[in-house]
């Protein structure tokens, strides 16, 4: 059973980085032809997806945030990350990893605020 969790801090200040990490167990993400995914929910809005990297390390961005956004991983130890550069308010979101639609983290809680 693939499981993955979400970890980092809950505020962030404006114009600084968030940075997120997956810990994924139960597989690899190294596996054949699954990509890794991170997706938000903004307060009151819908799933956005991210991004992603795939099983060959190959990433994937969403182009409205693809200027901020570098998705990476530490084979070593199982995971990957996301950091999100100049962040402002509109960032205030809940944070998942995914791989695919079948598996899910909890969710983390990130706010932007000074």
């Known amino acids: 059973q693939v499981q993955l969790q979400e970890s980092g801090p809950g505020l962030v200040k404006p114009s600084q980085m968030l940075s997120l990490t997956c810990t994924v167990s139960?597989?690899?993400?190294?596996?054949?032809?699954?990509?890794w995914s991170w997706i938000r929910q903004p307060p009151g809005k819908g799933l956005e997806w991210m991004g992603a990297?795939?099983?060959?390390?190959?990433?994937y961005y969403r182009p409205s945030l693809k200027s901020r956004t570098s998705i990476s991983r530490d084979t070593s130890k199982n995971q990957f990350s996301l950091q999100l550069d100049s962040v402002t308010p509109e960032d205030t979101a809940v944070y998942y990893c995914?791989?695919?639609?079948?598996?899910w983290g909890q969710g983390t809680q990130v706010t932007v605020s000074s």
């Open positions: 139960g597989g690899s993400i190294t596996t054949s032809d699954y990509a």
């Open positions: 995914s791989r695919g639609v079948a598996y």
């Open positions: 990297i795939g099983y060959d390390g190959k990433t």
